[in-house]
């Protein structure tokens, strides 16, 4: 139960984490439009990919914290165009290719362990249970 709780917790905060990162304020007074054409500047150099800040990168790790919301925002850092710095979506593109490698990889050794080294586990498991 309590495994449920904390996977559901987890996606409703990654959620919120992309939804910061996505979602542009709304001004509301000439200061804060004087804040938000600076911010407009910054991001132009952002998508010409200068410069990250380390809010953003904050944001990002905190969300990849979480099992499956982590997939979930690798894929939106890694396949969404309009938004994304290209530096975070070839970071997020790398970082998937590496789960995938690490997935095989697991795949591979369950499979050897279990192919070739069957009869040690089931004599060890027999040798355990006999206990």
Same mark, same amino acid.
């Given at each position: 139960?309590?495994?449920?709780?904390?996977?559901?917790?987890?996606?409703?905060?990654?959620?919120?984490?992309?939804?910061?990162?996505?979602?542009?304020?709304?001004?509301?007074?000439?200061?804060?439009?004087?804040? /938000?054409?600076? /911010?407009?500047?910054?991001?132009?150099?952002?998508?010409?990919?200068?410069?990250?800040?380390?809010?953003?990168?904050?944001?990002?790790?905190?969300?990849?914290?979480?099992?499956?919301?982590?997939?979930?925002?690798?894929?939106?850092?890694?396949?969404?165009?309009?938004?994304?710095?290209?530096?975070?979506?070839?970071?997020?593109?790398?970082?998937?290719?590496?789960?995938?490698?690490?997935?095989?990889?697991?795949?591979?050794?369950?499979?050897?362990?279990?192919?070739?080294?069957?009869?040690?586990?089931?004599?060890?498991?027999?040798?355990?249970?006999?206990?």
């Amino acid at each position: 139960m309590w495994t449920w709780i904390f996977l559901i917790l987890g996606i409703v905060i990654a959620l919120a984490v992309v939804g910061t990162l996505i979602l542009p304020k709304i001004p509301a007074s000439s200061e804060e439009k004087r804040e /938000m054409e600076e /911010m407009a500047e910054e991001k132009r150099k952002l998508k010409s990919g200068e410069v990250t800040s380390k809010k953003r990168w904050f944001l990002i790790y905190i969300g990849l914290c979480f099992p499956v919301a982590n997939l979930v925002i690798l894929l939106v850092l890694a396949f969404r165009k309009e938004k994304t710095n290209p530096t975070i979506r070839n970071w997020a593109r790398a970082n998937l290719i590496f789960m995938i490698i690490g997935v095989v990889l697991v795949i591979a050794s369950v499979l050897v362990v279990y192919f070739f080294f069957n009869d040690v586990l089931m004599a060890y498991l027999n040798q355990l249970a006999s206990l």
